[in-house]
């Protein structure tokens, strides 16, 4: 038997105890100090094998620290005692014990083993502590054993936003963005308002062309949110209708001038009526819109065919040129800014292409 003084100090480390025999290392894991309790359960482990497993199975269900119940869990775990596992996952009153129960009962299970998934479901749905619930949505997809969906579409709505995340994410993995949606995922949207939660929202979207829950979206994000969400739709080519766009439009008018190239093409007629009454109604007001209303004007000016625009626009087109003629006369001049009634926010090269657009246009359609 190797002796210590128990009474001058404890020992140093793991190697120090482990040449200790079985009785010894029994009464260090019933009454020494919490780190040679640990090193203990694991010496016992190490010299008695699976025999060890009820002398610490006995210590973990007695008063002991949550810190050392956790490494017999452990150890436990690795002789296969799933039967006391489940009850530290379900009945502990530490949540770190219970999801270190969890997190190893997960880890030594097959996927589809039954009676694992069972208890899982059943901690998603009872276990208070979100940690938790996240580990054990995280450790399940881990090894590919999937979450039944509407269970997943509850926890999409789980008060812990990092569960809702662990949720969407799950859903998108292992079932398709239709199935998810007609089960009810767009409910998600009326109570999200954190911003990476909407745009993870957003991805189910616009994989399937739901334009109607982006803008709910966007209008929940702030600016930098709404860019982004702007830069996934041109990223995935997104068709957008010109009402849906236009809603968009209003929001933000990030991208602007390239906006054109994600609206529908059959509708692109009425996105440029639309810009130009928008343009012209500022001249009458003595106002001006940004830049990039201008400036996509020239876009749709130059790559649509306007061979056959309504009279009405036409109209416009010719108060708008005025305006414009106007304001690079006025800005040739090198009048002050505060003399000058109405000016666009352009300088003269872009005004240039602008007059030169609308000129091309109203011949076009007076041939």
């Known amino acids: 038997m190797v002796e210590h003084d128990r009474e001058s100090n404890t020992f140093a480390d793991f ?38 497993a009820p002398t610490l199975a006995a210590v973990a269900q007695s008063e002991v620290p949550a810190g050392l119940r956790r490494h017999l869990i452990a150890v436990l775990a690795g002789f296969g005692e799933t039967e006391i596992l489940s009850v530290f996952a379900t009945s502990d009153p530490d949540s770190l014990v219970r ?27 009872r276990e208070p502590d979100p940690k938790v619930r996240g580990l054990v949505i995280s450790k399940l997809s881990e090894i590919g054993s ?60 616009i994989t399937e062309r739901r334009a109607v829950g982006l803008i709910q979206c966007a209008g929940k ?47 692109l007629p009425m996105m440029f009526h639309w810009l130009v009454a928008k343009l012209a109604a500022c001249v009458q007001e003595e106002n001006w819109c940004s830049s990039s209303h201008y400036l996509l004007l020239v876009e749709l000016l130059v790559n649509l065919d306007l061979s056959d625009v309504c009279a009405a626009t036409l109209g416009y087109l010719d108060a708008l040129q005025e305006a414009v003629r106007f304001d690079l006369s006025n800005k040739s001049a090198d009048l002050d800014p505060d003399e000058i009634e109405w000016q666009t926010p352009l300088g003269n090269d872009d005004l240039s292409r602008l007059d030169e657009a609308i000129t091309c246009a109203l011949v076009q359609n007076r041939l």
């Open 15 to 52: 190697l120090e105890l482990l040449p200790l025999d079985i009785e010894t290392l029994r009464g260090l894991l019933d009454s020494g100090e919490e780190v040679e309790r640990v090193w203990a359960a694991w010496a016992l482990a190490l010299k008695l094998g699976r025999h060890s």
């Open 99 to 125: 999801g270190t129960a969890c997190l190893y009962l997960i880890q030594t299970s097959e996927p589809d083993n039954e009676k694992m998934r069972n208890l899982m479901f059943s901690r998603l749905d």
């Open 221 to 267: 994000l702030d600016d930098q949110g709404q860019r982004q969400l702007i830069d996934r739709l041109f990223e995935c080519e997104m068709v957008l209708s010109w009402n849906t766009a236009r809603q968009f439009i209003d929001l933000s008018d990030y991208r602007l001038v390239e906006f054109w190239k994600i609206v529908d093409s059959d509708e």
């Open 146 to 205: 999937s979450i039944l969906l509407p269970q997943l579409i509850v926890l999409s709505q789980d008060p812990s936003a990092e569960v809702r995340r662990l949720a969407l994410q799950s859903i998108s993995r292992q079932h398709s963005s239709r199935r998810a949606l007609e089960s009810g995922l767009e409910k998600c949207l009326e109570t999200e308002n954190e911003p990476d939660l909407l745009l993870l929202l957003a991805e189910f979207l």
